[in-house]
């Protein structure tokens, strides 16, 4: 824990704006986990299922009513569908791809803001270390002959710090932004899917 201390310390100020941009990506990421995760969690081929069969009986109402019990998107977008069934195909079609338009942004929200961030990492981190050269080479010009190498390494070893902590940074937050843009891609391509599944029982269904 000292040599943590120590690492962070040595660092400088740079080290703050790099740690700031890890806690954002922290809340970020466990923001996305929990919505994604828990409140758009949804047995789809069982929702789906079940929705198919109270269609094919006639079951419009009790559809809603199942549509209603979750707060995940392909049930909201499924219930703006079902409010529309009897219309024509067009109303239908309409209402489902305006609720997606609300709905689907919510699963990719925020997510890319951690590829932005852990780039900002980097930056901060190769900023840090530029400026840490700097004052280390005027610290070495003003020093006396025998000193110079020393201070020099010295000064060194610390700028190395801020990159070191950016990437320590990046790497991580870069390795997460990777599974949630696949988790949210793969949650958005099985809504389509059976949003049009669903569409094409409504559009046979209706009158």
Same mark, same amino acid.
């Given at each position: 824990?000292? #040599?943590?201390?120590?690492?962070?310390?040595?660092?400088?100020?740079?080290?703050?704006?790099?740690?700031?941009?890890?806690?954002?990506?922290?809340?970020?990421? +466990?923001?996305?986990?929990? @919505?994604?995760?828990?409140?758009?969690?949804?047995?789809?081929?069982?929702?789906?299922?079940? +929705? /198919?069969?109270? %269609? =094919?009986?006639?079951?419009?109402?009790?559809?809603?009513? %199942?549509?209603?019990?979750?707060?995940?998107?392909?049930?909201?977008?499924?219930?703006?569908?079902?409010?529309?069934?009897?219309?024509?195909?067009?109303? +239908? =079609?309409?209402?489902?791809?305006?609720?997606?338009?609300?709905?689907?942004?919510?699963?990719?929200?925020?997510?890319?803001?951690?590829?932005? /961030? &852990?780039?900002?990492?980097? %930056? $901060? #981190? /190769?900023?840090?270390?530029?400026?840490? /050269?700097?004052?280390? @080479?005027?610290?070495?010009?003003?020093?006396?002959?025998?000193?110079?190498?020393? $201070? $020099?390494?010295?000064?060194?070893?610390?700028?190395?710090?801020?990159? &070191? @902590?950016?990437?320590?940074?990046?790497?991580?937050? %870069?390795?997460?932004?990777?599974? $949630?843009?696949?988790?949210?891609?793969?949650?958005?391509?099985?809504?389509?899917?059976?949003?049009?599944?669903?569409?094409?029982?409504?559009?046979?269904?209706?009158?």
């Amino acid at each position: 824990m000292d #040599g943590i201390i120590a690492f962070y310390r040595d660092g400088g100020g740079w080290m703050h704006a790099i740690l700031l941009t890890m806690v954002v990506s922290m809340a970020i990421v +466990i923001e996305r986990f929990i @919505f994604i995760n828990f409140k758009n969690r949804i047995d789809t081929s069982s929702f789906v299922n079940k +929705i /198919l069969e109270l %269609l =094919q009986k006639g079951s419009v109402t009790s559809a809603v009513e %199942l549509c209603s019990v979750s707060k995940a998107a392909l049930p909201r977008i499924t219930k703006a569908g079902l409010e529309e069934f009897g219309k024509s195909p067009d109303d +239908i =079609q309409q209402a489902m791809e305006l609720a997606a338009m609300n709905e689907i942004p919510k699963i990719e929200k925020r997510t890319n803001y951690l590829s932005l /961030l &852990a780039n900002i990492a980097t %930056l $901060l #981190g /190769l900023l840090g270390t530029i400026f840490g /050269l700097i004052d280390s @080479f005027k610290a070495v010009t003003a020093a006396e002959a025998s000193q110079k190498a020393a $201070l $020099l390494a010295q000064g060194i070893a610390v700028a190395m710090n801020t990159t &070191a @902590f950016g990437l320590v940074v990046a790497i991580p937050t %870069l390795v997460v932004y990777s599974m $949630l843009n696949e988790r949210s891609t793969a949650i958005i391509n099985e809504i389509n899917e059976n949003t049009a599944r669903i569409y094409q029982r409504l559009i046979r269904g209706r009158g």
